[in-house]
């Protein structure tokens, strides 16, 4: 039987009445503390087991989670239960935690026993709009100036907190968003032609070039963080996370960009590598590995060959260009021991097919 969620009925919210509410302090809403860690990234305990709690920094992608650690670090250092709020100082960012987290350096934790991840969704916005005041440069988001600010917020008729409006408003807006999805992967889905190839221990496989599988190798230009101008372009660079996009931007001058091919970071998080089906600016930590006759499926296979360059290089041996012009990955062949693109188009396919229908399975049950 499927079990299905619908939105709930609920007043627009131009015809609920609003109340000013400090946001910490004496008689503010939520308790608000520093962190209980503020780990230094160098101080950290990596362990490759058991790294499962998330590490939040001043971050403003990825929920503020840099990485994931394990929860041995020294005893100095204590996590924060989840269910909370936090908020980076200096960068202002705002996000809800449902899970205990260690911290870097700066991070503000909004605390109510009524928090939860619906009331929240409500919560966070209103919020954001109040850091926009704060800054980068000694005009943070301190404990004291978190105190003297004030949110507008929905009362009930006794004037009091409307937290089961909140609640309700973040169901709805959840509800929709998922729809809206399974909406879409449904069309997704439909377009993709499932067939049935030979396993990849089935194929023969032989070295190429990098250079001779693409038809374009070229490396970003530099860009400041002081020079980027903020708009809606996304800005590669070196990261592993989020598809390498590092801000948004709308530089158009004195930029290399690119649209339609693999990045290759050559430093910082070196060997890491995505596909990009759409228009971005390139910093001069990644290179852009482009074939005009790829297509995005060719495209992905080949990505998760590259990343293995990773295993090659590291921070302090970089990717330049004349090392990657000596460069050969693996790929499999056809009867003419030429690389099989249509074996590895098909491949990723294959992969997408399985992965959505599995979804698609979930969210029926």
């Known amino acids: 039987m499927t079990k299905k969620t619908t939105k709930n009925s609920i007043v627009k919210l131009n015809e609920i009445q609003w109340k000013e509410f400090f946001i910490g302090g004496e008689n503010g809403l939520f308790d608000i503390t520093s962190s209980s860690s503020g780990i230094d990234k160098n101080k950290l305990n990596i362990e490759e087991k058991n790294s499962n709690i998330p590490y939040i920094t001043r971050s403003n992608i990825d929920n503020g989670i840099n990485q994931f650690i394990t929860i041995n670090q020294l005893d100095k250092y204590n996590l924060d239960e989840g269910n909370v709020i936090t908020i980076g100082l200096d960068t202002q960012t705002v996000f809800y935690q449902p899970h205990s987290f260690y911290t870097g350096q700066n991070i503000q934790v909004l605390r109510h026993k009524k928090i939860n991840k619906f009331n929240a969704l409500f919560l966070i916005p209103l919020i954001e709009v109040q850091m926009e005041k704060f800054n980068w440069g000694g005009n943070g988001a301190t404990l004291g100036r978190l105190f003297r600010t004030k949110i507008m917020l929905p009362i009930t008729n006794k004037g009091n907190l409307d937290w089961n409006y909140m609640e ?14 399974k909406q879409y992967i449904q069309k997704v889905f439909k377009k993709l032609n499932y067939k049935k190839i030979d396993n990849l221990q089935e194929k023969n496989w032989k070295e190429f070039f990098l250079t001779d599988i693409f038809t374009e190798i070229q490396r970003g230009k530099r860009l400041t963080k002081a020079n980027q101008i903020q708009g809606k372009k996304p800005y590669v660079s070196s990261s592993r996370a989020n598809n390498g996009v590092d801000n948004y931007i709308e530089n158009e001058e004195k930029v290399r960009i690119f649209s339609d091919c693999l990045s290759l970071a050559n430093s910082g998080s070196v060997g890491a590598s995505f596909y990009h ?89």
């Open 277 to 365: 089906s759409y228009e971005f600016v390139a910093s001069d930590h990644i290179t852009h590995l482009k074939n005009e006759n790829f297509n995005e499926y060719i495209y992905l296979f080949i990505s998760t060959l590259t990343s293995r360059l990773s295993e090659k290089y590291n921070f302090n041996r970089e990717i330049n260009d004349k090392r990657i012009s000596r460069e050969k990955i693996l790929l499999p062949i056809n009867d003419k021991e030429e690389p099989d693109y249509v074996y590895m188009a098909q491949y990723i396919i294959n992969m997408k097919y399985k992965k959505i229908k599995q979804y698609l399975t979930f969210k029926e049950k």
């Open 168 to 181: 309700t408003y973040g169901k709805n807006i959840l509800i929709e968003k998922q729809e809206q999805y």
